[in-house]
């Protein structure tokens, strides 16, 4: 076994996991930020929800290492025969089960996040006094009091609409909105005023995860999509035989330009099982649907193969299957 190709496969996965993870977690803090446009003046109750933020972003982080690490040592090694190819990379997917079970030791947050949002809108009701107003953390809402307390302020994730309420109320996944009088009003561009006695808003992701699946499942769900893409690589995946002709590719003009599209490639199928499974976990899915993760994921290899095979003066430093 090539000590040093291990040696550094296990280092590029520790730098690439950072930057993956980093990445998945910039996204699911954007969208916390629209969906409570005031987190920022309540920190430390974003944490039931920051939990499952940090947990989603080491579980794709992870697959998306594991594929842009595993290709670009796959298309480095000289090694035809598939098994030499997995002696090379099976730390890899250990690396992968490590890092899933961390993750799935990280608290799930919140299993209710709904009843908190509504406990926070009830407790703010119930600091009224006879008049003034008193604000919603999170929601960036606020309790006009009066002799009939009504909720008003900027629709959460669309700021340039005002919306008051008489009630709100959360589902205890937060999936699901039910508004008691309410009143909206669009001052820019349509000017829309839309007032209703009961309105429904159905359909919003949720925060907690999948409450279908253990932390036991969730883990083999995880680390089985990546022993698929893992497999197939080794099963198909070549490096291209160079001629002792060759220039170094370091050599090569364009060639730190190359390698880091090669690395954003090389990601795609991790990427694409990544968010699949993440669709289907907001829409508690049924374990056997998470297949279909797998599927997509092996899919996207495949096409990367024929890209890299209609391309190869592009390409030139990938192999095809």
Known sequence: MPLRSVRASVRDFALALPVA??????????RLERQFPAAASSPALLVPFLLPVLALALEAGALVALSAVQLVVLTRLNAPVAAARARVT?????????VLGVAELIPRGTEHPGSFANELVQ??????????????????LNVRCGTTARI????????????????????EDL?????VGLDLTAKQSL??????????????????RSP??????????????????????????????????????????????????GRVLFALPGAVAAARFISLDQDRAEPLAYGSAAVLGVLALGGLSLLVRRAPRVFSSFTAF
Do not use: Y
């Open 123 to 140: 407790t703010a009701r119930a600091s009224c006094s006879a008049s003034g107003t008193v604000p919603i953390p999170l929601l960036g």
């Open 152 to 171: 008003e302020g900027p629709m959460p994730g669309v700021r340039a609409v005002d919306v008051a309420m008489h009630e709100l109320t959360f589902s």
């Open 90 to 98: 099976w730390p890899l997917l250990a690396l992968l089960g490590l």
């Open 191 to 208: 000017h829309v005023h839309l007032a209703a006695a009961h309105a429904r808003i159905a359909g919003l992701a949720p925060w907690s």
């Open 212 to 261: 279908r699946l253990t932390a036991a499942a969730r883990f083999a769900i995880l680390l089985a999509l990546g022993a698929a893409l893992w497999l197939v690589a080794c099963l198909g995946w070549r490096a291209r035989q160079r001629a002792s002709s060759d220039v170094d590719d370091d050599a090569k003009p364009g060639a730190f330009g190359m390698k880091l599209l």
């Open 21 to 30: 993870a980093t990445a998945v977690g910039l996204i699911g803090v954007f």
């Open 175 to 179: 999936r699901r909105v039910d508004i």
